[in-house]
């Protein structure tokens, strides 16, 4: 499995539609769509969905990876300046 350069995790890359790849934790999640959502998912067909990451199994939208830069440590060194 790939690690990331920065701290060290498991990650594993997921490609996105516009062919670009994405880093992101290696645990698959439950996630529930809201367009006011507090976190990012990326699905494993690599769509950007904002989302809760609780709420009723019942009613869950589907399953998707956290991307690493939302827990990687070292994350601000590399994102890009303006």
Do not use: F
């Not at 934790?25 to 998912?41: E, F, L, N, Q, V």
């Not at 494993?44 to 956290?66: A, Q």
């Amino acid at each position: 499995m790939a690690k990331c350069k920065s701290c060290g995790a498991e990650i594993v890359w997921v490609e996105m539609q516009s062919g670009k790849a994405m880093p992101c934790d290696p645990a698959i999640i439950m996630y529930w769509a809201s367009i006011k959502g507090r976190h990012t998912i990326i699905t494993p067909n690599g769509e950007t969905v904002r989302c809760e990451l609780d709420g009723d199994l019942n009613s869950s939208t589907g399953v998707g990876y956290v991307p690493h830069w939302a827990t990687c440590p070292n994350a601000a060194q590399h994102r890009r300046r303006k």
